[in-house]
């Protein structure tokens, strides 16, 4: 869906994840990234109180105001006060970036193990699944998706999530592959462990956490495939404030009082930005060619 | 008479990630003329550090000293970042150890005989190509011609490593270095294009520092051979001598060579405390 | 020994029997895999229609029509067949060019999408081969010195590149070189004059107007252009010279560049010579990845600069509900997307240089 994708899928996440998980504090754009995300995740926390107004009280007689010392970003096309909207913003944002991991990880974890762990044609069958939904296009797929189900966060997440999980079974598969030979697991299984205990007690502990690496390259996308859906109108439906859909809005009066489409762009930038920043950091980290 | 190289004090030291340091060589000293030079030792030794920094190809993060680092009386310690093009495939000239990693998947074999040439523009195309097919066949390949419009992975590993000769002799350096020159060859193959390449080197005049860890290959093809311990020169002298060497590392090394005679022995093993005493 | 030599040289080359059969067989497989993923989309397209709450029936004989009426229009539609019989119905019609009719405006849906679909193609192939160039060049350039100053804002630029929501990115620079500068005309494809005097063969712009030889018509294409496909690079760039300048990073540590330095290469003859020949087909594929994102980034940036599209066609039908046209739409681009993608997984296969014999 996004180019980040694409480099996502080229950067082998593997075994040396912990101690890259480590250094992660050691690179500086990581450490950026994450101090950005803490601050998203405290304002969308923190909203009702960091909030100067109501996000949703309209006042017709202060229609489109230009950035002042009472509105200090500016009020839109209700009269609505652009900076509590956009503190606001954050919660349904990360909120369905929650909600697309949560299901897309699972998933992608039970097709890869599955398939890693029992090999044959079931593994054949199963990563060439993987493949044809991993060729699909993701937001045009989520677009109809979301178009027929109906607008909402619990659809869009859905729609991202239909077409997100490959990647995650793909790593999972090449682990849990690699496991399958190791002789910690004949021990295990000599030891009598078998069948859903063996695979979620024993294999899953050691694919998750390059899995959740491999997520972590992917937030930034997400949050923008989540944007996007807002701005056609398909995410989180009014008059809950939403950045894509507030980009939207600006746009009648993008000549005129550009701050309206302006602001709530700039944050989905910043919340994007932060995760590809962490993203940018553990890549430096993960790749063995770092000089 | 002017030396060929002449190394005096050359520490070559890396930082390591853990705020340490590691040196690779350690106050290294010698000189030498338009003769076949071995340094041996095993890996880690700093042999092959020694060889690169002669050819200013050690990795950018290596802390290089020296009082004196000279080759063909160019002052390297003074190179600026371009100088060494210049330099490089002109004055000194280098093979190394692999052929199949060492030469270029995606180009011809005649196009990378050719570089040292078009790197240095003396002469025009035609004169090149000349060079070329005689430096291909002067290295004991059959028909220049079709060979030189071949991929490296259509040829066999002693095929590549004689396009490696021809790439680093073809510019005739003063100097060549070779690092470990047959250890990816086959056995029956090693002998032939070791004697191929000192023989080269004898007849053009030139410099040959060969590096190894096989002390019976420099004692047969050299004049005279250094060996080197954890970055230290810790013995020197006559090539042919080293089987008869009082020095026990070299005295263990030559011990430990495996052969037909060895066979269903145990080999001797290094005492290291008899050496480090030694340094 | 010259014997032996020449021997070796055949040895390593496999019969050109047995090559033809492998290149077949790969070929097969790539072939193979690639209906297999048009199949796939066809199921999941039909499968959304299933789910979709709307019922071409009903939206056909209004609410107020009798039961029988209704009855007869779902016969008509096919709908009381089998599911399996009507998946097979939607692929024949699907390959027959069969995408149903509008619901908005009534019209052939296949008709609808042959005269939008030029437009895309016509921004996307602008947008890659800008997106490329730059790319590319930024890519080697940072690679010729690295951890320099290109390379740092090459750095930050992917960074941005990757993280901008494309659409809010398109409004800041019609509000910027269209609204404030005047540097660029507004959004559409073409001016109205233009629009409507123009003959359409190939459906893309900057064709059929040098065709009719009419040079104001084609600078008038082209200015339109300009805004929309350099937003669309921009979102290329930013990948392509990230990924161009990885593939050649992972190659400058290689003992072939060592060898070529020792023969005295300078870094940029290191770069261009000896580099880039080895990463020339990873970046042909990074290229054609590339393509299908735009094809993606497309439906945000033409709802921006109002390109008549198939990503504007999409965004009309979501709004208005317009199912057929939906999912036909959601086809077409999905299928160019899975070619593309196939291509570019071919391309990446025919390039290794160890097939190259």
């Known amino acids: 869906m996004t180019l980040a994708n694409i480099e996502a899928a080229t950067t082998q996440t593997s075994a040396s994840s912990r101690r890259a998980l480590r250094s992660v504090l050691a690179s500086k754009t990581a450490t950026i990234g994450i101090i950005l995300i803490a601050l998203l995740l405290l304002t969308a926390a923190l909203a009702p109180v960091l909030a100067p107004y109501d996000p949703i009280a309209q006042d017709i007689n202060n229609r489109l105001l230009p950035p002042s010392d009472a509105h200090w970003l500016g009020t839109d096309g209700f009269g609505r006060d652009m900076l509590s909207r956009i503190i606001f913003g954050t919660r349904p944002s990360l909120g369905l970036l929650a909600l697309v991991i949560a299901t897309s990880l699972p998933i992608g974890l039970i097709v890869g193990i599955s398939a890693g762990f029992t090999g044959g044609w079931v593994e054949r069958v199963l990563m060439r699944f993987t493949d044809i939904v991993m060729a699909f296009p993701q937001l045009v797929l989520a677009l109809a998706f979301v178009a027929i189900l109906g607008p909402g966060l619990v659809n869009s997440a859905l729609a991202l999530t239909l077409t997100g999980w490959p990647a995650y079974a793909r790593q999972a598969r090449t682990e849990a592959a690699a496991i399958r030979q190791s002789d910690f697991l004949a021990a295990a299984q000599m030891g009598g462990i078998r069948g859903a205990r063996l695979l979620f007690g024993h294999v899953l502990p050691l694919v998750l956490p390059s899995a959740i690496i491999r997520v972590a390259l992917d937030l930034g996308g997400i949050i923008l495939a989540a944007a996007a859906l807002g701005f056609l109108g398909l995410g989180v439906q009014p008059p809950t404030p939403e950045w894509g859909a507030m980009v939207s809005d600006g746009t009648k009066v993008i000549f005129d009082q550009w701050w309206v489409a302006a602001a709530p762009g700039a944050a989905i930038l910043i919340a994007s930005l932060a995760f590809n920043l962490l993203a940018d950091g553990l890549r430096d980290i993960l790749d063995p060619r770092r000089d | 008479m002017t030396d060929l190289v002449g190394v005096e004090n050359l520490t070559v030291g890396f930082k390591t990630a853990e705020g340490g340091r590691f040196t690779a060589v350690n106050g290294l000293s010698f000189a030498m003329g338009a003769e076949k030079l071995g340094i041996v030792g095993e890996s880690g030794s700093g042999k092959t550090m020694t060889a690169l920094t002669l050819a200013g190809l050690a990795p950018q993060a290596a802390e290089i000293t020296a009082d004196r680092l000279e080759v063909a009386g160019e002052d390297l310690r003074r190179f600026k970042a371009r100088d060494w093009p210049k330099f490089r495939g002109s004055v000194v000239g280098l093979i190394m150890q692999d052929p199949r990693s060492a030469l270029n998947p995606s180009l011809i074999v005649g196009r990378q005989v050719e570089e040292a040439l078009r790197f240095h523009p003396r002469f025009g195309r035609s004169e090149r190509r000349d060079r070329v097919l005689s430096a291909l066949e002067a290295v004991g390949l059959p028909n220049p011609k079709t060979l030189a419009g071949l991929y490296p992975h259509q040829l066999s590993g002693g095929m590549g490593q004689r396009v490696m000769i021809a790439t680093a002799l073809v510019n005739e350096p003063k100097l060549l270095i070779a690092d470990e020159p047959t250890s990816a060859l086959d056995e029956a193959l090693r002998e032939q294009v070791l004697e191929l390449l000192v023989s080269l080197v004898e007849s053009r005049g030139m410099g040959l520092i060969l590096i190894s860890h096989d002390l019976v290959q420099v004692a047969r093809h050299c004049d005279r051979a250094l060996v080197m311990y954890r970055g230290r020169l810790v013995d020197q002298g006559r090539a042919a001598d080293l089987p008869n060497s009082t020095h026990p590392y070299t005295a263990t090394l030559w011990a430990c060579r495996p052969s037909a005679a060895t066979h269903g022995q145990l080999l001797p093993t290094l005492d290291r405390t008899v050496i480090e005493a030694s340094l | ?357």
């Open chain 3, 1 to 357: 020994m010259s014997s032996n030599a020449s021997s070796a040289i055949t040895a390593t080359r496999r019969p050109l029997g047995r090559r033809v059969v492998d290149s077949g067989r790969a070929f097969a497989v790539w072939f193979g895999t690639f209906l297999l993923t048009l199949f796939g989309l066809l199921v999941i397209t039909f499968a959304l229609g299933l789910t979709s709450a709307a019922d071409p029936a009903l939206h056909r004989v209004g609410e107020h029509a009798s039961e029988a009426v209704y009855q007869q229009a779902r016969h008509n539609f096919g709908l009381d067949q089998p599911i399996p019989v009507r998946f097979a119905n939607y692929v024949w019609g699907v390959l027959h060019g069969d995408f149903g009719i509008s619901w908005s405006s009534s019209r052939s849906i296949s008709e609808d999408l042959a005269r939008v679909f030029p437009a895309t193609v016509e921004l996307a192939v602008v947008a890659i081969i800008f997106g490329a160039t730059i790319g590319i060049a930024l890519g080697l350039a940072s690679a010729l010195k690295p951890r320099g100053l290109v390379d740092n804002i090459l750095r930050l630029v992917s960074l941005v590149g990757y993280s901008v929501p494309i659409f809010w990115l398109g409004l800041l620079m019609l509000l910027i070189f269209y609204a404030t500068l005047h540097w660029a005309v507004g959004p559409g494809r073409l001016d109205d004059i233009v629009q409507y005097t123009i003959t359409w063969h190939t459906g893309f712009a900057l064709i059929d107007t040098l065709w009719a030889g009419d040079w104001a018509s084609f600078v008038d294409a082209l200015a339109h252009l300009v805004l929309p496909a350099s937003v669309l690079a921009f979102y290329a760039i930013a990948g392509i010279s990230r990924l161009t300048r990885a593939a050649l990073f992972a190659e400058l540590g290689k003992d072939y560049v060592t060898a070529a330095r020792a023969r005295g290469a300078t870094q940029w003859q290191i770069v261009m010579g000896e580099a880039f020949p080895n990463v020339a087909g990873v970046v042909v594929t990074i290229v054609a990845l590339s393509f299908t994102v735009l094809l993606e980034g497309a439906i945000l940036t033409e709802t921006v600069f109002a390109w008549p599209g198939l990503g504007r066609y999409l965004t009309a039908a979501i709004f208005v509900a317009d199912m057929p046209a939906i999912l036909g739409a959601t086809l077409v681009i999905g299928a160019s997307f899975v070619t593309v993608n196939a291509i570019a997984d071919l391309l990446t296969k025919l390039i290794d240089p160890r097939l190259r014999t």
